[in-house]
């Protein structure tokens, strides 16, 4: 059974902004489902409870300890969100990644306080969870996110929380004759050639596309019911896949905050059933 596995990604933002940025990338080409404070709605709700959902939902947690504490929320017992975060996960018995930056010095902006808060948190994450180090002659944070996707490929196969689909569900359910037919024949039925030929047709026809681009084609050509949660996961799903088989790649050149991604010319030389079995996509509709 293929699972998705969501990771959160807990740091202060404003001096890790290109680290995150990265680390995201990377998680994405390695078929994860990245999850942090990017991804939270602009509303007045309290934001811890954004946090919470998502490290619920979340196979393992991703810690990046640099310089800064980050703002102390009153509500949180003057903790950070970043501290919120950790001791959260903790709580939830989620396994921890922590990198922490050791050779770096305090953020002059932030207070005494939070400078022994960042210490205090940087220590119980070297005690309590799979830690690992960075510094800041990694210009462009490559180490690092080499460093994490490989930590996150050893460890999340023993996560107890992942992402199936509804359709995978109910085939684990009752599927035992239909998968002995196919085993059987060793062939694909009408409708998945015909829904191979109807993916490969979005792809030659949009080599750069958004999330919402490609579920509304994909809508369209398989009547799919593009505004349903399943359809978000079974899209997700299916561009994870796409990623991982490189069939389609991310788009680093766009600047507007969307996350685009462009299809690689291996969309154009292999055969359509290879797209079949590499993404086993016809589990998704």
């Known amino acids: 059974m293929w699972k998705l ?20 990338e990377g998680l994405l080409n390695g078929g994860f489902y990245p999850r942090g404070m990017e991804h939270f709605p602009a509303t007045g709700c309290e934001q811890e409870k954004y946090i919470e959902k998502a490290i619920d939902r ?5 810690l990046l300890l640099n310089n800064r504490y980050g703002n102390e929320i009153d509500r949180l017992d003057k903790k950070s969100y970043t501290h919120f975060e ?17 050779k770096i010095k305090h953020d002059k902006k932030e207070s005494i306080e939070q400078q022994r808060k960042l210490e205090e948190l940087k220590t119980q994450a070297k005690k309590n969870s799979i830690c690992h180090f960075f510094d800041n002659k990694d210009k462009k944070y490559s180490a690092l996110r080499e460093k994490i996707i490989s930590s996150v490929y050893q460890n999340v196969n023993d996560c107890a929380v992942f992402w ?8 684990m359910i009752d599927s035992i004759k239909i998968q002995s037919v196919d085993k059987a024949t060793g062939n694909y039925n009408e409708m998945e050639e015909i829904e191979v030929q109807r993916i490969m047709k979005i792809l030659k026809s949009y080599p750069r596309f958004t999330f919402e681009n490609f579920k509304k084609q994909l809508g369209q050509e398989i009547n799919l019911a593009s505004t349903s949660t399943f359809a ?18 991310l788009d680093l050149s766009d600047n507007k905050g969307d996350i685009v991604f462009k299809v690689t010319n291996r969309v154009f030389q292999n055969k359509e059933s290879n797209l079949k079995e590499e993404t086993g996509f016809t589990n998704y509709y």
């Not at 978000?232 to 790649?249: F, P, Q």
């Open 164 to 171: 199936i689909n509804n359709t995978e569900l109910d085939s």
């Open 5 to 24: 596995h969501q990771i959160f990604l807990s740091s202060t933002f404003s001096d890790l902004v290109d680290a995150r940025s990265r680390v995201i």
């Open 86 to 102: 950790y001791e959260y996960a903790r709580k939830k018995n989620k396994p921890i990644l922590s990198f922490i930056n050791d």
């Open 58 to 62: 979340s196979s393992l947690v991703v």
């Open 232 to 249: 978000n996961n079974g899209v997700l799903d299916l561009i994870s896949r796409l990623l991982l088989n490189n069939y389609i790649k």
